[in-house]
């Protein structure tokens, strides 16, 4: 009886570890890196068997060129698209998605859809210094622009951080993003001479680097 | 001791029903399911959330010594059997070419690029195109490839577009993707064959290529070199960041993969600025494209030049031109020649701007479809209606070493029928003509491994053996 069940174990366990190992994709990159000659580093990214995220079925989807802009807008609470916008849409509009495929992603699609949200973000700044009671403005509540980057306390920062993942990622940025995000605000100031750190334009400037930058990031531009 | 077969099993004495065993769990699938379901919690346990890992850029696709690749559709379906004359399985004249617009079967023919039959007497306007933008050396040191296959009038649903597999095998490019000039999955009005490539830049103007590789507008006006460095940096750490939950699902890793190195490629993309992209640096270059510093930026010329350009300096990944206007059966020849030869100058300034870089270039010519004249003795019949069993796909190939050997001018044949010959295995797939391309290509590269690593046996070896015609 006991060598009967001993006999089932001997084959289910080893059957059950070659399934776990060998079914699971935990292979991939390995045998993509023993592929041996000098261009296996491209052979190796682009012959990964599927990326298209629809065909993959993956839960996440890339917005389309129209969809960007769209949301951009919505997501800033600006209500209507000024020239800027619509001429810098217009200029990156054969870089940004034809469709909604995680894949289309490319280098120029990055960089189109920074640089039409820092021309939307160029509104939303816009707006937002415009309302001098401070406790009514959306994200930059915390911000004394006129005070310059030298002004902006890492707990303004923070704060103006904060309502912009509220508003366009839809949940609390955590904490890596907020190290990165403060990194930034960092490499940022240092970019300046002293006496341009503490002028006005400066934290204008880093707000709408920092809004560009969220709003045109993988969860503001995806869902 | 022998076990007796007619022995009351173990698991009935004791009224249980039979005992689960290895194949019924296969049958259940549990074993796959328990594979997907556990393991990467497992591997989690061990190793943490980042056992994915963070993409690096040696993770990324790098450039591989390939030879550049550039696709011309002529969008429309051109009379490219009435310019290159194909000839039969003998490599002789078929017994009349009177539906081609060029009468019976004794056309004048003159050959070039080597042993290619054109139609002579500037009949083929499209080698009095590459004749005008070609140097004769440039020329000496070209051979040429004629495809014969039926394809679909008037569609973009062909599958002659190999932008996919050139690009999986390799040819990507250091600073900018494939480029296209059309909104669809391939950059022009044909469908992808083999397999879909990244999808391309659509260059709509110059600036949009100049833009592409940098930030503009308020971005680009408000931050200084330094402060957009950084941008792109925070923009690649939080693209890998929000990726990580990509990473988490099955097959999601590619796709995280290809988001990562989009950022990773951004960050030295921005360092080097946008003049990089500019084919005007290059004196020489420019003036095979006829433009400078003045050209407007919607100009055709500047902007294939600038995709050309790129792409011979392995900038970018391949390049795919679109040229439309070619459904020209108007019941005069003149619309035709006069499309035909503009498809020959944009060929001839291609394979003089390789010349003038001292790059090597292959460059693929397809059309959706073709056209037919009535049937006429005259060499000159205008063109009457679309009839795309006269297809033809052209593939030229410079090398600045000298002209590429090849074993034939042709793959497959026309037949009698004054059509490409279905039976041959080309013959009535555009999908297999781009394959068959891509087979050259391969061979050119001296990289045959390639092929099947990327097209699996779309094509096997018999098969292989009858399109490879790359020395």
């Not at chain 1, 920062?157 to 990622?169: C, D, L, T």
């Not at chain 2, 300034?349 to 049937?375: C, H, N, T």
């Amino acid at each position: 009886m006991t060598n009967k069940y001993l006999k089932i174990m001997l084959v289910l366990v080893p059957s059950m570890a070659v399934a776990l190992f060998g079914f699971n994709n935990c292979g991939r990159y390995g045998a993509l890196q023993d592929s041996g000659s000098s261009d296996s580093s491209s052979l190796g990214s682009s012959s990964a068997d599927e990326v298209n995220s629809e065909k993959l079925g993956l839960p996440y989807a890339l917005l389309s060129a129209e969809q960007t802009l769209s949301s951009m807008l919505k997501l800033g609470n600006v209500t209507t698209a000024s020239t800027a916008v619509i001429n810098e849409y217009n200029s990156r509009y054969g870089s940004l998605a034809a469709g909604n495929d995680l894949s289309m992603v490319n280098g120029p699609l990055m960089l189109g859809s920074t640089s039409l949200a820092g021309e939307v973000c160029n509104s939303v700044v816009a707006q937002e210094r415009a309302i001098t009671d401070v406790t009514q403005r959306n994200f930059f509540g915390s911000i004394n622009f006129a005070t310059g980057v030298a002004g902006i306390s890492d707990e303004n920062f923070e704060a103006a951080v904060r309502g912009m993942a509220r508003q366009f990622w839809g949940r609390n940025e955590n904490m890596d993003e907020l190290t990165m995000l403060k990194q930034y605000k960092t490499e940022f100031s240092d970019a300046l001479a002293a006496n341009v750190r503490t002028q006005t334009a400066s934290a204008s400037n880093l707000m709408l680097a920092t809004c560009a930058a969220m709003l045109s990031a993988v969860d503001a531009i995806s869902y | 001791m022998s076990k007796n077969k007619k022995d009351i099993p173990m698991w009935a004495k004791t009224g249980h029903a039979k005992p689960v065993t290895r194949r019924d769990f296969l049958s259940a699938g549990l074993i796959p399911f328990a594979a997907n379901m556990f393991v990467p919690n497992w591997m989690s346990l061990l190793i943490g959330n980042n056992a994915f890992g963070q993409t690096t850029a040696a993770d990324c696709p790098a450039p591989a010594s390939l030879i550049p690749f550039v696709t011309v559709n002529l969008s429309g379906g051109a009379a490219m059997a009435s310019n290159f004359v194909p000839m039969d399985a003998g490599r002789q004249p078929i017994s009349s070419y009177n539906k081609l617009g060029l009468g019976d079967n004794k056309v004048p023919l003159e050959t070039e690029f080597g042993n290619a039959t054109f139609a002579a007497n500037q009949v083929s306007k499209f080698l009095v195109g590459v004749r005008a933008q070609a140097m004769a050396a440039t020329i000496a040191n070209t051979t040429f490839i004629g495809i014969p296959c039926d394809s679909q009038n008037d569609t973009n649903t062909n599958k002659f577009d190999i932008s996919g597999a050139i690009t999986k095998a390799g040819l990507v490019g250091s600073n900018l993707p494939n480029m296209g000039r059309v909104n669809t999955r391939t950059g022009i009005n044909q469908m992808a064959a083999v397999v879909s490539p990244p999808s391309p830049l659509v260059v709509n103007n110059y600036n949009s290529l100049l833009t592409s590789i940098g930030y503009s507008a308020s971005l680009g006006t408000a931050l200084n070199q330094n402060q957009k460095n950084s941008l792109a940096k925070l923009m690649s750490n939080l693209s890998d960041s929000q990726t990580r939950k990509l990473a988490a699902i099955q097959g999601g890793e590619g796709v995280k993969k290809v988001l990562d190195c989009a950022g990773i490629k951004n960050v030295d993309v921005v360092q080097k600025g946008s003049a990089i992209v500019d084919p005007r640096q290059n004196t020489a270059f420019a003036g095979v494209w006829g433009v400078n510093t003045n050209t407007n930026v919607g100009t055709r010329e500047l902007i294939f030049g600038a995709m050309i350009y790129n792409t011979l300096i392995g900038q970018a990944g391949v390049s795919n031109l679109e040229l439309g206007g070619y459904d020209y059966h108007d019941n005069t020849r003149t619309s035709g020649d006069t499309k035909d030869q503009d498809a020959g100058v944009v060929v001839g300034r291609i394979l003089q701007s390789a010349a003038v870089l001292q790059k090597p270039v292959m460059v693929y010519v397809v059309s959706d479809g073709s056209v037919s004249s009535s049937e006429s003795t005259a060499r000159n019949a205008p063109w009457a209606g679309d009839r795309g069993s006269n297809g033809v796909a052209y593939l030229l190939y410079y090398d600045p070493s000298g002209r590429p050997a090849t074993s034939d001018f042709q793959i497959g044949q026309f037949n009698d029928n004054q059509a490409a010959d279905p039976t041959f295995v080309t013959g009535a797939n555009p999908e297999l003509t781009a394959a068959a391309v891509f087979a050259n290509w391969c061979q050119a590269n001296k990289r045959n491994d390639l092929f099947e690593r990327v097209a699996g046996r779309i094509l096997d070896t018999n098969q292989l053996a009858q399109v490879i015609k790359i020395a």
